[in-house]
Structure formats: structure tokens, C-alpha cells
């Protein structure tokens, strides 16, 4: 079966498995990462698919600023913290991401110019773009308080 898409060498592979659902554990086939899952909406121990959608986010867009900051001979200040939201809306359930960077030391243009750079580079932020649930933001200091649902 065809996918349609171009095949280039891969860098780097891995699988992750969900063998139990939502509630039991996730891993990483070759060994490494082991994680309880369990359901958003209970009190029970565990990862869920939320916190690791923004945890893939913050990783990647904050590894892809590293690297911006080091080709412009920055030191490494960036920041960045992820917000995903569960809700239900007319089409179904659906996240709502919100990703706030910080560059402390860096001029606001200048800092906004490698954002945008960073969400045109870093993969997870290229696989969620288009998406009207997805925002990366600018901001002078991490604020969570209010809700984008």
C-alpha cells in the first residue's frame, strides 16, 4: 500500500506501544522509556496522552531554539512550557495546545524571529502546523492562568 509520500533516509527510529489503552502502560519497544497511562478525567497514577503531546512539544521546539541560540552565539535561555487542553466542542473531543516560549536576554523582535524560525524547523511543531487548536507564543513570562477552551 502506497502512503503517497516521499521516503528518505531515516536519522532515527523508535516505537512506542500501547498495548492495555488508556489504562495500563505505554513503552518504548526497544527498551527505555515505561509509562502508566491512565484516563485525564480520574485521579489515578499516570501519563496520559495530553502530557505527552506537550511534553513532544516543549522538547522539540525547546531543542530546535538550543540550536538557534547556538548557530546566533547565544547561551541556551530559552524556555518553553506547554498547555494542552481536553475539551469536547461540536466536531468531538479535541486538545487545544498552547506552547509559551520565553528567551530571556533577547530582544522581543529578535526573540520572535527565532521562534518562528524554531516552529518552521522543529518536526512536532511541522506535524501540529495548520491545526487552529495549535498556538506557539512569544511571552515575556510563562502565565497559565487563564483557559484558550
Same mark, same amino acid.
Given at each position: 500500500? &502506497? ?5 528518505? $533516509? ?15 502502560? #505505554? ?14 478525567? =480520574?485521579?489515578?497514577?499516570?501519563? =496520559? $496522552?495530553?502530557?505527552? !503531546?506537550? !511534553? ?10 538550543? #540550536?538557534?541560540?547556538? +548557530? ?5 535561555? &530559552?524556555? @518553553?512550557?506547554? +498547555? @494542552?487542553?481536553? #475539551? +469536547? ?14 528567551? $530571556? ?12 524560525? #524554531?516552529?518552521?524547523?522543529? $518536526?512536532?511543531?511541522?506535524? !501540529? &502546523?495548520?491545526?487552529? =487548536?495549535?498556538?506557539? @507564543? ?12
Amino acid at each position: 500500500m &502506497s502512503t503517497g509520500r516521499q521516503k528518505f $533516509p531515516s536519522l532515527y527510529q523508535t516505537i512506542a506501544a500501547n498495548d492495555d489503552g488508556l489504562e495500563g502502560h #505505554a513503552y518504548i519497544a526497544d527498551g527505555g522509556l515505561d509509562v502508566l497511562t491512565s484516563d485525564p478525567l =480520574n485521579d489515578q497514577p499516570g501519563t =496520559n $496522552p495530553e502530557q505527552l !503531546l506537550g !511534553l513532544a512539544l516543549s522538547t522539540c521546539l525547546n531543542a530546535t531554539l538550543a #540550536a538557534i541560540e547556538k +548557530r546566533d552565539g547565544l547561551p541556551h535561555t &530559552s524556555q @518553553v512550557h506547554t +498547555r @494542552v487542553e481536553f #475539551a +469536547r466542542d461540536y466536531r468531538g473531543f479535541q486538545f487545544y495546545v498552547t506552547a509559551q516560549v520565553i528567551i $530571556p536576554g533577547v530582544e522581543v523582535s529578535t526573540a520572535q524571529q527565532m521562534v518562528d524560525l #524554531a516552529e518552521r524547523r522543529c $518536526p512536532v511543531a511541522k506535524l !501540529l &502546523s495548520g491545526n487552529a =487548536n495549535v498556538q506557539i @507564543v512569544l511571552v515575556d513570562h510563562i502565565d497559565f492562568t487563564t483557559s484558550t477552551v
